[in-house]
């Protein structure tokens, strides 16, 4: 059985998906749900789902590898980010080599990068009069959003649409792909990527 941990700043649905998606099935559990954010709703959900948590500070991130050691203590095999706000240090990108992966609100290469954060993403969609957008699943490599890309979906964006309707927009299509695009990487099998 594969071991994720999800690493994760804020609400935490993108987490309670994939954490309820892997409790029906054999292949996989979330086992750990990590934050920087002692005040993450992600925390209250992951009690509720008992799972075992982590919180850590800047210092324990970047310059300790307290964060490392208890990954390894807990065995785990992949690394989710799901909403986590900072960038990961090599340490740890070089302990989990094409482990570690994130999922951003828009169609990367454009609107990632340090701050592209949420709503800041959709705000900065609307106002370029972008006529879609959608999500990335990618790597993660040490610069924010330029990993990999393993995969994307699409969605329009209506006129008057506003960051908080299109932000409902992109998190359907995060629930829907994220935990399915997780199954096919421990799987070895390939996700066809959707249009749409
Ligand atoms: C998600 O939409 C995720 O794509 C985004 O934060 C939201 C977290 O929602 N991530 C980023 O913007 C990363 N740059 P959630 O906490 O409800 O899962």
Redesign the pocket.
Known sequence: MNRIAIF?S??????QKIAEYFSNINLAKVTMILSNNPDAF?LHRARQFGVATKVFDRKQFYHSEEVLRCLKENKIDLIVL??FLWLIPDYLIRSYPKKIIN???ALLPKYGGKG???DA?HKAVISAGESESG?TIHYVNKDY?KGEVIFQARCKIQENDTAEVLAER??NL?YQHYPKVIEAILTDVPYPTKTG
């Open positions: 994760a804020g609400n935490g649905s993108n987490a992600v799901a909403g999922i951003h609100p592209m954060y949420g993403v999500i959003d992109i998190h995060e």
